[in-house]
């Protein structure tokens, strides 16, 4: 529908603006034409006017009115230019024109000449005419008047009339040809335009009934393809994010029920007496409750991460500080046989941070480096300074991590490892919650790891 109709508006568009263009270049043709034709014949006629006053001021001084219809009619021929003879013997070099006529009037008004002897003997009713006159002058009296009518503005049939009769005519017939080229082109451009707008329009409503994994074909002008990516970024955003809930709302489902059944049983137990209500059964219920204290406590920090809403307490302090706080981790590696190096840059003398989430981002790296050593093996972190920000690297000497699963690392309740459970592998979130503690710092973390060589987990913060 949307084609449809876009297509056939531009094409009206298109040929009503090619008519009206046109007709208002026909009517503003005609008007000058008229004008500049209007213009020459007056003119002209002020010409005549120029060259006759003193001829037939001259005659009338000889002859006075007398045989002045002859003289004129015999020298405005009637066809062409002519030669005319100054009074009745001499010759006169006054040049007319087809079409032209001369009245003259007496002192009364009344007509003495005319060329064309239709106003002969009577009153010349000057407001019904267009014309232009001058005075005759005889010993400083006004004897009577010249009139020289225009045949364009008495609606003669002229050349300047046939002249604007034919560009008229010629320009409606112009119209003809460009309305069909206008209505050729709209329906090109239309459907250049419709159409990848009518891609567009059905991607967008199938994303309005809950279809995202619909994706626009790209196609039409560069906007168009950019537009149509944007669409296609914006759903692929949207199915993920859709598909992570569902997720999400499954794996907080498997991740309560397995100590939620666990302690009901261990409970019902204690109440039939199948299971001793000693202190270690009871240390074991109250280890689920830790565990499932902290998993609420995690999706808490994920909702306020999610939300940007984490309250950041920034202070400064030096590294040294920092790795005083981390001294209980260095034991527990230590237990456990892991080499643990540190590698600063000493130009840096403080960190701008909230010490707490810088803390809980080390100590979750940590965690996972830990559990992904080789036997033996070794945890090194590394601080370096580069331009606003500083960079930090937790690298071990583990299996690594397949290169498929780089892309899922940091999503919440996701393991590498499927065979490790809650108690062995974590929550799943602990990297998730890290990686939105460094983005509150307006820093960013990604991992690099090739299988058999270990895994390298880099964020950085910013300082500025």
Aim: no cysteine; glycine share 8%.
């Amino acid at each position: 529908m949307l084609k449809a109709g876009l297509a056939r508006k531009i094409t009206a568009m298109l040929v009503i603006i090619s008519v009206l263009s046109v007709i208002v270049s026909l009517l503003l043709m005609l008007v000058m034409t008229r004008q500049q034709f209007t213009g020459y014949i007056h003119q002209y006629d002020q010409m005549l006017l120029v060259q006759w006053k003193p001829v037939l001021e001259e005659y009338y001084s000889q002859y006075g009115f007398i045989g002045l219809q002859d003289y004129l009619s015999g020298n405005i021929p009637g066809k062409g230019m002519g030669q005319h003879r100054m009074g009745r013997d001499g010759q006169m070099g006054i040049k007319s024109r087809q079409g032209q006529q001369l009245i003259v009037t007496d002192d009364s008004g009344q007509v003495v000449a005319d060329t064309q002897g239709i106003y002969m003997g009577q009153s010349l009713a000057t407001d019904s005419v267009d014309y232009s006159a001058v005075e005759l002058w005889h010993d400083d009296e006004i004897i009577g008047n010249l009139y020289v009518l225009s045949p364009l503005a008495a609606g003669l049939a002229t050349l300047e009339n046939d002249f604007l009769a034919r560009l008229t005519y010629s320009s409606l017939m112009l119209a003809v040809p460009m309305a069909l080229i206008a209505l050729l082109l709209g329906t090109a451009i239309g459907r250049r335009i419709s159409l990848p707008l009518a891609s567009l329009s059905t991607a967008i409503h199938k994303l309005a009934q809950g279809k995202l994994n619909h994706r626009v074909q790209l196609q039409g002008d560069s906007e168009f393809v950019k537009l149509g990516q944007d669409i296609n970024t914006m759903a692929q955003i949207m199915e993920d994010a859709h598909n992570n809930r569902r997720r999400l709302t499954a794996d907080i489902s498997h991740e309560l029920r397995t100590p939620l059944t666990f302690l009901r049983g261990q409970l019902e137990g204690m109440q039939s007496g199948s299971i001793a209500l000693d202190s270690g059964n009871i240390a074991l219920v109250q280890d689920e409750v830790i565990r499932l204290t902290k998993l609420v406590r995690e999706l808490e920090d994920l909702t306020l991460i999610e939300n940007h809403a984490v309250p950041l307490n920034l202070s400064k302090f030096t590294i040294a500080f920092l790795l005083e706080r981390l001294q209980p981790v260095y034991t527990i590696m230590q237990d456990q046989g892991i080499t643990f190096i540190v590698n600063t840059d000493p130009e840096i003398s403080e960190i701008t941070a909230d010490l707490d989430r810088l803390l809980q981002i080390l100590l979750n790296l940590f965690s996972n480096a830990v559990q992904h050593s080789a036997p033996n093996g070794s945890v090194e972190l590394a601080v370096k300074k580069e331009k606003e920000q500083l960079l930090f690297a937790v690298a071990d000497n583990g299996s690594g991590i397949p290169a498929a699963e780089l892309p899922h690392l940091f999503e919440r309740f996701y393991r590498v490892d499927e065979h490790r459970n809650r108690r062995s592998g974590g929550l799943g979130l602990g990297l998730a919650i890290a990686r939105g503690y460094a983005e509150t710092h307006k820093g960013k973390m990604w991992a690099e790891s090739q299988e058999g060589q270990g895994t390298t987990i880099y964020f950085t913060l910013s300082q500025s």
